[in-house]
C-alpha cells in the first residue's frame, strides 16, 4: 500500500496515513466521546452474512420487490438495499467468514482476503449504489482500518471476466469517500489505494481521518470506486471494500 490522498479546495496529503495505531477510548479533552463500531451486533445467516432481509421498508426495483433495511449502531445507521428475487444487494453488508479465496457469488463475495475481521467477528463490506452511511448527529470520524475482499483480489490476480487481462504494473483500483459537512458545502474527497504499482492491499490497514478537516462535524460519507480497469459502464473491477472499527467522536 503506497498512498492515500484527500482533494478539496486544494490537495492536502494527510501525514501518518497508514499508522497502524487504532483510535482508543482514551479520555477527550473537548468533553466528546470516541466510539468504536465494530459490527458485532449485526445478526448473520447460516452461511455467515447479512445484506438485509424481508423485514425491511418495500419497493419497486426493476419490476421486482426489493427491501430498504439498515445495521444500526452508536447512533450509526448503514443502509443496505436486498432484492431477493435477484439475490442481490447494494450498500453495507455484514460478514463473519474467515474463508480467503473467490469461486462462487455466494457466499465468496463475503470474503476478505485477511482472512478474519480486524476485531471481534464481524466485519463491513461496502458496495454501494447511493448509499451513505448515516449519522443521527454531527460527528468526526477519527478512522477506520479497511482490506481488500477476496473477489477483488481474484480480479487482481486473474481478471474480471469483463476487461482483458490481470492486473499489471500500471493498473490501480481505489475507493472514494465523500464526506457530507453539516454545514456549509461538500466536495471533498479522501481516496484510498485498494492495488497500485503492481500490488495490492493484502491485510487490514488504517486509515487515519484525525486530522483531515473535511471530516469533522460531518452528518454522511459516500463511497464510490474508480480504477483502470473499466468498460463504458464504468469499473469492471469489482466494487467492493470491507471496513472495521470505524471510530467516531460525539
Known amino acids: 500500500m503506497k498512498t492515500i490522498k484527500f482533494f478539496a479546495m486544494a490537495a492536502i496529503v494527510c501525514g501518518a496515513a497508514m499508522s497502524m495505531t487504532s483510535c482508543s477510548k482514551e479520555d477527550n479533552p473537548t468533553g466528546k466521546s470516541q466510539v468504536t463500531i465494530g459490527f458485532e451486533g449485526a445478526k448473520l ?3 455467515g452474512f447479512w445484506i438485509g432481509d424481508e423485514t ?3 419497493f419497486d426495483n426493476w419490476g421486482s420487490t426489493a427491501y430498504a433495511c439498515s445495521y444500526k449502531e452508536s447512533g450509526v445507521t448503514f443502509p443496505v438495499n436486498y432484492t431477493p428475487a435477484w439475490s442481490s444487494w447494494s450498500g453495507f453488508a455484514v460478514s463473519n467468514r474467515t474463508e480467503t479465496t473467490y469461486k462462487t457469488l455466494t457466499p465468496d463475495q463475503y470474503n476478505n482476503i485477511a482472512g478474519k475481521a480486524r476485531s471481534g467477528k464481524n466485519f463491513c463490506i461496502v458496495q454501494t449504489y ?3 452511511i448515516e449519522f443521527e448527529k454531527p460527528v468526526t ?3 477506520f482500518w479497511y482490506t481488500n475482499t477476496a473477489w477483488v483480489v481474484d480480479a487482481i490476480l486473474n481478471g474480471d471476466g469483463m476487461t482483458p487481462g490481470n492486473f499489471g504494473p500500471t493498473d490501480w483500483f481505489k475507493c472514494i469517500i ?3 459537512p453539516a454545514e456549509g458545502l461538500g466536495g471533498a474527497r479522501y481516496e484510498i ?3 497500485k504499482d503492481g500490488d495490492y492491499v493484502k491485510e487490514w490497514k488504517y486509515c487515519d481521518l484525525s486530522n483531515v478537516d473535511a471530516f469533522k462535524n ?3 460519507i459516500a463511497f464510490s470506486f474508480d480504477g483502470t480497469k ?3 459502464y464504468g469499473v469492471t473491477t469489482p466494487a467492493y471494500m470491507c471496513i472495521d472499527d470505524l471510530v467516531i467522536e460525539k
Open 141 to 143: 470520524i477519527k478512522g
Open 193 to 195: 489505494d485498494l492495488a
Open 45 to 47: 445467516n447460516t452461511q
Open 230 to 232: 473499466k468498460n463504458d
Open 178 to 180: 465523500a464526506p457530507t
Open 56 to 58: 425491511g421498508t418495500p
Open 218 to 220: 460531518i452528518k454522511s
Open 130 to 132: 447511493g448509499e451513505s
